[in-house]
């Protein structure tokens, strides 16, 4: 099982990006799904959830000008990101919990990341 997120790139002040996230592989279901992002010198931080009960949660930084969805019959997520400012420049990670498995486990499984850069 992995997840491969793409999308990523370099775009305007006040433009927008979709970043997907495709999980594959022997999958059961997927329970709750997450973007995060590391900045350049900082540490990773949370943008979007969707929890296991359905609810969206987003990072204050980014209220109003992301949004958080999901196919759940392709596997796949997504972050519709609009009015990119320069502090959203990092590199984005999906994550989301996974059942797999003959006992139907739950794993944290993470994608590896891909970059966005907002300048002028």
């Known amino acids: 099982v992995q997840l491969q997120a793409s999308g990523g790139g370099v775009v305007q002040v006040g433009g927008s990006l979709r970043l997907s996230c495709v999980a594959s592989?022997?999958?059961?279901?997927?329970?709750?799904v997450a973007w995060y992002r590391r900045a350049p010198g900082g540490q990773r931080e949370l943008v979007a959830e969707?929890?296991?009960?359905?609810?969206?949660d987003y990072a204050d930084a980014v209220k109003g000008r992301f949004a958080i969805s999901r196919d759940v019959t392709e596997n796949t997520i997504y972050l519709q990101m609009e009015n990119l400012q320069y502090e959203d420049t990092a590199v984005y990670y999906c994550?989301?919990?996974?059942?797999?498995?003959?006992?139907?486990?739950?794993?944290?499984?993470w994608g590896r990341g891909t970059l966005v850069t907002v300048s002028s």
């Open positions: 994550n989301a919990g996974i059942v797999w498995g003959t006992y139907e486990n739950t794993y944290d499984e």
């Open positions: 592989g022997p999958i059961i279901r997927i329970t709750e």
């Open positions: 969707i929890t296991r009960s359905g609810r969206t």
